[in-house]
């Protein structure tokens, strides 16, 4: 085992995450400042045992862990990758050009959360020393390797600041996600306050659906309207289950859906029934069901991911199901989820605008009714906006062995990042929300 001697830390890189201590693993996740259940070491796991994330798969695991005084004092999810799918950078162009000059790309080093593109905590640490250690790590076996490059995908803040530190590049990309927080202007407007009361302006969580349809133009507020009316009339409802309440046939019936949306588009899903299987038993407090029905028979749904932080490895189970009910907007949360994660979804029949309403509609009410501050709605996808979830900056941070390459690759990241600003501005420009003046 090689060690750090500045720091003395002892460096050990692992084939298997089964080889790093589960619970020393979630307590040190759950002290970070961006975590999410994606890097549960049961997640990481499953992805293993299920056969998802492994060598036959092109993702050949090699955690990297720091030790100290027999602590683990940092640690990261970093593998060995065959090919870029199931990543959400692309980075397609970089090994093409690499081959075009007769020069190896693959394999190169990932640190990620496999086909998962949720920010949040990459390089989980004790303090920023040992996380600058850690990228330091990473750099020198990479080098050791002789591997192309080292990628952090989709990183938290303070990751991507280590990562600037030991000289990797930014990558910056676009997502869209949705706050339970009313607009400034529709706080006041719905306080109907008075020049005293001004110190009340403050946004507070939607009461609603309708009162946050209010938060939007009349365009959005009334095309969102046409849209769910259109899933209604088509005879479709919806239930929703939680944790140990989703059942194993609902769990069957979700996996046909999901397999099905991936054969649509000429391709094998990435995670086995078997993966969902082990998050069943690992994880059920982690995951919101919605099913659709029609005439008595199930035909589409919607996988859901929840965080908060009595879910890190915790074990607790806050599985309950029902029907939706609307909430008072002065009431208190019903649960204590701060983030829900849009995931995966598929139907069996086509309705029009189903896809909406089960991936966007129905959580964003969930959301509202159990006073869930965010949700996500995972990579790229424009037409979220129309939704209201609004255009957010994601990061990545890359290295490259290649001093040429390297510095090529910095210039495009430049000239891409213009680019992005600008998108982003555009982005604003076109925002769902109702402007101060009405509309």
């Known amino acids: 085992m090689p060690k750090n001697d500045s720091n003395n830390y002892v460096i050990q890189v692992l084939d298997s995450p089964l080889a790093v201590d589960g619970m020393a693993w979630n307590t040190l996740l759950a002290s970070q400042s961006h975590p999410t259940p994606f890097m549960r070491h049961e997640y990481l796991a499953a992805l293993h045992t299920s056969g998802c994330a492994v060598e036959a798969t092109g993702w050949t695991p090699r955690f990297m862990t720091l030790w100290q005084d027999g602590q683990l004092a ?26 075009q000059h007769g020069l190896t790309y693959y394999p190169k080093a990932l640190v ?55 000289g990797l590049m930014q990558r910056d990309t676009v997502q869209f996600h949705w706050t ?14 008075t020049p005293t009361s001004a110190t009340s302006t403050a946004s507070h969580p939607f009461g609603s659906f309708d009162h946050f349809l209010a938060s939007l133009s009349q365009e959005k507020r009334k095309k969102i309207r046409q849209e769910r009316r259109k899933v209604a009339e088509a005879g479709v409802s919806f239930r929703w289950a939680r944790g140990s309440d989703i059942s ?54 919607s996988l859901i991911a929840l965080h908060d932080h009595s879910t890190l490895g915790t074990g607790q189970n806050h599985s309950k199901s029902g029907p939706h009910t609307a909430r008072g907007p002065d009431s208190a949360p019903e649960e204590a989820e701060t983030v829900a994660y849009g995931r995966y979804w598929g139907a069996l029949e086509r309705v029009d605008c189903l896809h909406f309403e089960a991936c966007y509609y129905q959580p964003l009410q969930w959301c509202i009714e159990h006073g869930v ?13 129309a939704r209201a979830l609004l255009p957010v900056k994601t990061s990545s941070a890359h290295w ?33 929300l109702r402007k101060p003046t009405g509309g």
């Open 180 to 193: 339970n927080q009313t607009p400034t202007t529709l706080a006041k407007a719905s306080q109907n306050l």
């Open 74 to 99: 940092a640690a990261c999810p970093l593998y060995l990758k065959t090919h870029s799918h199931g990543e959400y950078v692309f980075d397609w162009a970089w090994a093409n050009a690499y081959q």
């Open 248 to 301: 194993a046939t609902d769990w069957d019936f979700f996996y046909r859906c999901y397999e099905r949306t991936y054969l649509e588009h000429g391709n094998a899903p990435y995670l086995s029934r078997g993966f969902f299987q082990q998050m069943a038993q690992a994880m059920p407090e982690n995951w919101l069901l919605f099913i659709g029905e029609r005439a008595g028979r199930p035909m589409a749904s």
């Open 400 to 432: 490259l062995a290649h001093p040429a390459f390297a510095d090529a690759v910095e210039r495009f990241l430049e000239r891409e990042g213009q680019g992005i600003g600008d998108y982003l501005a555009h982005l604003e420009a076109r925002s769902p």
């Open 112 to 166: 990620a959360v496999p086909f998962t593109p949720v920010p949040g905590t990459r390089l989980l640490a004790r303090d920023a020393a040992a996380r600058d250690a850690l990228v330091q790590a990473l750099i020198g076996w990479c080098t050791q390797e002789s591997l192309s490059s080292l990628h952090l995908l989709f990183a938290a803040e303070e990751d991507l600041a280590a990562c600037t530190r030991a």
């Open 373 to 385: 501050k965010r949700f996500e709605g995972g990579a790229q996808g424009e037409h979220k906006m």
